[in-house]
């Protein structure tokens, strides 16, 4: 028997009137997509997820269908019908908002009506899943790593405290060699995750910020919004720092046009100390054999964090900067050009000050200068 095209009922503008839809378990992929479209007052609705996601072109012959009841159905995208593939693969049916479905595509007074909803509609929502496409060889084995870089600081027992431990030890052996940190950088994250279609849509600062827990969802893993942003932008601090150590690898010589403008007269040396604030991994000062270590490579004992793992803690949240006199040193993200780096009386670190126009100062924050750490001032 054909099946018919879903007829919508027409949304009460005045009442906040949306649509829900009711994705229906299935067991296998071979079984239909089942689902159900109901009308809720906006104001208060059931729990529900909200979908953010490519729609991708439509399919000019056999278009998939989902399938309401028995006799009717509806063409959606073959990029959506494998999300609803893939979504529909639990024991417990599912309550979502996704537009191509829950508003009426042919209905342009509706259209218009409903993304002035879409603001608290993604509000609303429990949660919101940003399908950023399948799984794939980059994404399979990043997307762990991933959640291991911003593993929380807090647990409950000694066992799962252990664990924790365990797992950034785990993460930063495999970041021990700028290869590992290389290779992870360009094959799995900004040659895959990054150049995928989503991030040119123009709705994603609304989908995902106005969220109450949006959820990123490779084929079958997923990883919280907020993991993925804190990883990505630490990801991106380990870039710079493994090419500007790979720079000062290939070219060691003191007297390199681009250490001729420092004031110390190991500039090299120097800006490895500064970078992690002359501490090692017992927060001890770098020793000499510490310092030389990090020119082995590979690290000579995977028992001690290499040099880019150190960076990573101290240098998270910092500014590298050289003052006017050609010191190094770690200032606040906050802090920008012609603030002035102080010591002052009593005060056991630097800090940064930056002169207003009324002649006060306004306080930055504290800083690392190589040189000035041991009362040298």
Avoid at 262 to 286: C, K, N, Y
Wanted: negative net charge.
């Amino acid at each position: 028997m054909p099946l018919s095209r879903f007829s919508y009922k027409v949304l009460n503008e005045n009442l906040r009137e949306f649509r829900l839809l009711t994705v229906q378990p299935r067991s296998s992929l071979d079984e239909p997509i089942y689902v159900s479209i109901e009308i809720h007052k906006l104001s208060a609705p059931p729990p529900y997820e909200a979908l953010s996601y490519v729609w991708g072109a439509s399919a000019p012959n056999n278009p998939p269908i989902v399938l309401i009841g028995e006799e009717e159905g509806l063409e959606v995208t073959p990029n959506l019908f494998y999300i609803l593939m893939k979504l529909s693969l639990t024991e417990k049916e599912r309550v979502m908002w996704i537009d191509a479905i829950c508003i009426d595509q042919d209905d342009l007074d509706e259209r218009s009506s409903q993304v002035q909803l879409m603001r608290d509609i993604y509000m609303k929502a429990t949660r919101t899943i940003v399908f950023l496409g399948d799984d794939s060889l980059g994404t399979h084995w990043i997307l762990p790593i991933l959640k291991e870089i911003t593993w929380s600081q807090t647990w409950k027992t000694d066992e799962e405290r252990q664990v924790r431990i365990e797992t950034k030890t785990k993460f930063q052996q495999q970041l021990s060699t700028t290869r590992g940190v290389k290779g992870m950088l360009s094959e799995g994250f900004y040659g895959d995750i990054a150049t995928r279609p989503f991030w040119t849509r123009m709705w994603i600062v609304q989908e995902v910020v106005l969220s109450r827990n949006p959820i990123i969802m490779f084929g079958d893993h997923e990883v919280p919004w907020d993991s993925f942003a804190d990883s990505s932008w630490i990801l991106d601090q380990v870039t710079w720092k493994v090419e500007y150590f790979q720079k000062y690898k290939d070219s060691r010589t003191e007297s390199s046009p681009t250490t001729r403008n420092f004031r110390e007269p190991r500039p090299v040396e120097a800006f490895v100390r500064t970078l992690f604030a002359d501490r090692d991994s017992d927060f001890q000062r770098i020793s000499l054999g510490h310092f030389e270590e990090f020119w082995t490579n590979p690290p000579v004992s995977k028992s001690t964090w290499p040099m880019e793992v150190y960076s990573m803690t101290f240098a998270t949240n910092r500014r590298f900067f050289v003052t006017c006199d050609g010191e190094m040193g770690l200032a606040p993200m906050r802090a920008r050009k012609n603030d002035i780096v102080c010591v002052l009386y009593g005060c056991s670190v630097p800090i940064v000050l930056r002169e207003e126009e009324t002649g006060r100062f306004t306080f930055i924050g504290e800083c690392f200068l190589h040189g000035f750490m041991d009362g040298e001032a």
